[in-house]
RNA sequence: CGGGGUGUAGCACAGCCUGGUAGUGCGCAAGCUUUGGGAGCUUGAGGUCGCAGGUUCGAAUCCUGUCGCCCCGACCA
């Protein structure tokens, strides 16, 4: 991409109603504006790194053999109130009415219509086990959405759903749930947590959070640098900083999270409630046994950046960031716009995402959007080094450049 | 939903107390000069001062109401 005809409008003040930091830089770097509380328009770079999270996300789920699908984010009101949480959800529901009167809703999550649709097409213990996610926008009327993108009113989320004949078989399919949302977050390249969490008003057994580290975190949580061990202190108020682990005794030590996941097994709770029964190998009729499992796609875009930014800006992870590499060519030589020009294509067709900094800018406005846009790699191609058959490479968290020959700079950029 | 703020150009703000032609900086457009960490000068465009009532000869400014947005708290599968 030519950053000349990219749309990404950067600011150098940052609007007054942001303070959070990721909130601020998602303005002041063009990735995101805001339409209304909590609801926010991804311009292009924004997009890019919340498809390419989709993607990882998608990627680790249909290795697991889970399967995607969707469900409409419009719904009859029917499913909820047979579920109860017509009434239980309260205000927060984004509640309407259609041409005939009929009661409707714009989905918070969807474990009642997914019930139903199991209700209606599972039939037997041979359909066993079943996952199908979706990655959907979700609607829910928050009391207080805040922080840009970390609590909105709009949000995407990934939603996954598991029908097994038995609690024994829930709980494998939680655990293939489970190690593929390490292998995501791994994959996504954060700090994080697997905490153990209250299982809330979703009625489940088991669950666990996958909590993004960050300073801006909203849940308190401690973990052990010993074992795995790791608790939201919702959950638990005798734990705290220091104290010794439940399970190795080592001291523990607290952080801030932000909740990137979260993973239940639901059991039997929404399948006995709507009548979700399937034959057995007996040919008897059982409940369905369910687990569900969520991923806030759109809160990780923020999450990333709470955790990995610094005064300049953004510092995406290779694997998320909207382009790999930012070429930025200095002044007007003919000998710079030709390099530049061909690494540009060199680059792309190694299928590396570059963004070619090709406006009529001095290099210092360059490198600032650079580095607030929070592009991994930069090569600076200037006059003087070019002379000498070299370019300027320099990761984004790198306090130093280093120069290097015109002809290493793809693999520079590659290792 | 309680508490506290705040609405004036795309962004950040001044003006309001003490009513009298709508201001500044950044950004934007044009021109000239510049060109390695957000350049300088000149010229220019851009506003129903959140909205609705009221007081007044006259309201961004005073009064009443209302809406939006932000922060803290409560809430948050």
């Known amino acids: 991409m030519r950053f000349s005809k990219a749309f990404v409008p950067t600011l150098k003040e940052a609007p007054k109603d942001a303070v959070t930091p990721s909130h601020v830089l998602l303005l002041r770097a063009g990735f995101a504006r805001m339409v209304g509380a909590g609801l926010y328009e991804m311009l292009p770079?924004?997009?890019?790194?919340?498809?390419?999270?989709?993607n990882i996300v998608r990627e680790e789920m249909d290795a697991t053999g889970a399967q995607e699908f969707r469900m409409p984010a419009l719904l009859p009101a029917d499913y909820f109130k047979e579920s109860g949480r017509w009434e239980s959800f309260g205000p927060t529901?984004?509640?309407?009415?259609?041409?005939?009167?009929?009661?409707?809703?714009?989905?918070?999550?969807?474990?009642?219509?997914?019930?139903?649709?199991?209700?209606?097409?599972?039939?037997?213990?041979?359909?066993?086990?079943?996952?199908?996610?979706?990655?959907?926008?979700?609607?829910r009327d928050e009391p207080r959405p805040r922080a840009g993108l970390l609590r909105c009113r709009e949000f995407l989320m990934k939603d996954a759903y598991s029908f097994d004949v038995s609690e024994d078989a829930a709980r494998e399919s939680y655990a293939t749930m489970r190690a593929a949302y390490q292998r995501i977050f791994e994959r996504l390249g954060l700090d994080y947590r697997i905490v153990r969490a209250d299982s809330g008003a979703m009625g489940g057994s088991t669950s666990a959070e996958f909590q993004v580290l960050a300073q801006t975190g909203e849940d308190r949580i401690v973990a052990c640098t010993q074992c795995d061990f790791a608790i939201n202190l919702e959950a638990d108020e005798t734990l705290s900083e220091g104290k010794p682990c439940p399970e190795c005794k080592t001291p523990l030590e607290q952080y801030l999270g932000i909740e990137g996941g979260h993973i239940f097994i639901l059991g039997t709770h929404y399948s006995e409630k709507m009548g979700a029964h399937?034959?057995?190998?007996?040919?008897?009729?059982?409940?369905?046994?369910?687990?569900?499992?969520?991923?806030?796609?759109?809160?990780?875009?923020?999450?990333?950046?709470?955790?990995?930014?610094?005064?300049?800006?953004?510092?995406?992870?290779?694997?998320?960031?909207?382009?790999?590499?930012?070429?930025?060519?200095?002044?007007?030589?003919?000998?710079?716009?030709?390099?530049a020009e061909e690494l540009y294509t060199q680059l792309r067709e190694h299928n590396i995402e570059v963004l070619l900094d090709d406006r009529d800018t001095r290099p210092g406005a360059k490198f600032k959007d650079a580095d607030l846009i929070g592009i991994p790699h930069r090569i600076v191609i200037g006059a003087k080094s070019l002379a000498n058959n070299q370019v300027e490479y320099k990761p984004r968290t790198a306090s130093e450049a280093t120069l290097v020959s015109t002809s290493d700079a793809v693999t520079a950029v590659l290792k």
């Open 278 to 339: 399937f034959a057995g190998t007996d040919g008897k009729q059982q409940p369905l046994v369910m687990g569900c499992y969520g991923i806030g796609i759109s809160r990780l875009v923020a999450a990333a950046i709470e955790q990995q930014h610094d005064d300049q800006g953004m510092c995406w992870p290779p694997s998320i960031a909207p382009y790999q590499v930012v070429l930025c060519p200095i002044g007007k030589d003919e000998t710079v716009t030709a390099k």
């Open 45 to 54: 770079l924004g997009l890019r790194v919340q498809n390419n999270i989709s």
């Open 93 to 139: 529901l984004f509640r309407m009415k259609d041409r005939k009167d009929g009661d409707y809703h714009l989905g918070p999550t969807h474990e009642e219509i997914i019930t139903d649709l199991a209700r209606r097409e599972i039939s037997s213990h041979k359909q066993l086990p079943l996952n199908l996610y979706q990655i959907q926008t979700k609607f």
